[in-house]
């Protein structure tokens, strides 16, 4: 019962060898737009909001925000387009600072995406919120809470089923916002165009009084004030380049293209609700946002329309705009899971975050997503203005990182390319742009919510670091067990025999061709002298998301996990032991190794599976996050459909130098 409402909810499996499953899960640029650069656009509804409230009375300054918003959105996107040119399996800031800046930098960018990312989804569903509550009554208030959380959890459902399935059906809304707002925008400017001459003295007389008052620096400290508050407008930029393994091929011309729909629909949006504000005298109401002011002042424009029709509008205005801004979650659920993957094959993060579902979506990464952002939802008690605040400081830390890594890019390679010049300007230019509005962003919001932000950013790398440290230790162990192995004296190759199936044999789970499974050969031949006649070498290829790219790289990883058991049959034979191998492709170990065990009892009914399993000299609670237990759950299964099966244990210690010297000699 429960495996049937499991694929009612999330869907049949997917064929990972299917040539068509990368094609029918990939976006062309214009559904990217939809699932990627709806974070961008529904950022129009409180990046503006924020920066045009910071203004106070001083509202002759939109006209500058308006130019500004425009100006870094161009600057930002165009960057960002170059680096999809060098980076074109994607990754983003996380890839682009390891490889540029070096890995340290890397994991600073990655752990700042992250919590940006699970910012993005409680900022969007709480700006939302807000916009749909803002033409209910108050008394229906309460039920926001409640609201924010079923969203989250229906769009947890909807990735996990699949990214373009969760694009498809989110699509509509994203429409009905474009031509809501191209109404909203274009109508405020056609009616107010009688009121320019009115405007542009408001304007003058505004700049005028306040240059007599405080000042030119008065006015600039004011209009960074407003522009820094404003800075979530520009968050969903680095989407596109975060998100390019999910792009249809050409995979670089469809993010490129992606991205300038993002860039003008942005530039034209944020930009215009900015320069409406202006030319409606917009002012703060209680329990509205900035954009449903607007909006009410817009439709009462309508003469033309009934009442009726006017609140119609207004109403179908703001819920195309609150559901767009659920939307806009989308990209913290397609983008997040895919940096923990990268952190992942680079053991920053666990390495569960880069295995695939049946469904071929990262599914833990997507649960996590989730619950962090219910987590961030809590403490904030789903205050938009809050959330904001703690938001775009972490975006222009990753910005600043990308382009000096570009910026250094060009001039260490300036003398291999000689126009290195023209393609260095935009990363400096993006630079300084980053760089200041990151500062600015730091100083103003640090005591109202930014030291929040940056804790929780500084927290995650601490754990980075410590989880690397880890594996990296892990490794230097397993690596001193290959130098011992590889220095076993090598016997003259001997005849080896035809595998007898009704002789006893050993089927041996194996990984790469390394010490690791070759101390399990010579474990078992310890422990069962001269007992098995037969070995039969197992592997599974994992298609996980660093190789989940195209029919290519699974092709690719056959042939790898082929050739690996060659060699293991290889030894086997030079030993003079009758040996055989068989290997599967798949998304998980654990199934697709049950088969094959299960496959090979039925030829060689004498067997006993093997296979191994670290063990530590102090075992850790956190042991078992960061190293699967896949070796019990598998014996576990084999066993109960009666084969036996044996964990042999591989420990991992850190030996002192003499006690290596002493293996060595003994081996």
Known sequence: MFERFKRLLLGKPRDIEDPQVFHSISLIAFLAWVGLGADGLSSSAYGPDEAFRALGQHHYLAIALVVAIAFTVFIISYAYSRIIEHFPFGGGGYVVASKLLGPRWGVVSGSALLVDYVFTISVSIAAGADACFSFLPLSWHPWKFPIEFAVILALMVMNVRGVKESVTVLMPIF?????????????????????????????HAGFAHDMATIGFMGIFALFLHSYSMGAGTYTGIEAVSNGLQIMRE????????TMLYMAVSLAVTAGGIALSYLLVHAQPVAGKTMNAVLTDAFSRRLTFLGPNAQHAFAVVTLLSESVLLFVAAQTGFIDAPRVMANMANDSWLPHRFRTLSDRLTMQDGVILTSTAAILT??????????????????????????????????????????????????????????????????????????WVTLALTAGLIAVCLIIKRHYQWVRRNLSRLDEILASLPVEPAKQAPAPDRKSPTAILLVGGYGGLGIHSLLTIQRLFPNYFKNFVFISVGVIDSASFKGVEEVEEMRQHTEESLKRYVELANHWGLAADYRFGIGIEVLEEAEKLCLGVSKEFPRSIVFTGKLVFEQERWFQRLLHNETAYQLQRRLQFAGLNTMVLPVRVMAPAPAQTAAASAAA
């Not at 009616?191 to 003295?201: I, L």
């Not at 995979?251 to 490129?256: I, N, R, S, W």
């Open 175 to 203: 429409m009905l916002f474009l031509v809501t707002h191209v109404v909203l925008i274009g109508g405020t400017l056609l009616t107010s165009a009688g009121n320019f001459p009115a405007v542009a003295a408001d304007v």
């Open 250 to 257: 050409p995979k670089v011309q469809t993010a490129q293209r």
């Open 377 to 450: 939802l809590l403490y904030t008690h789903g205050e938009t203005s809050t959330l904001v605040l703690m938001y775009s400081i972490n975006v222009f830390l990753t910005f600043s990182l990308s382009e000096s890594g570009m910026v250094r890019y060009w001039l260490r390679h300036r003398r291999r390319y000689p126009d290195w010049a023209r393609h260095i300007v935009i990363h400096l230019i993006g630079l300084v742009l980053c760089a200041s509005i990151l500062v600015v962003s730091v100083y103003e919001k640090f005591t109202e919510g930014g």
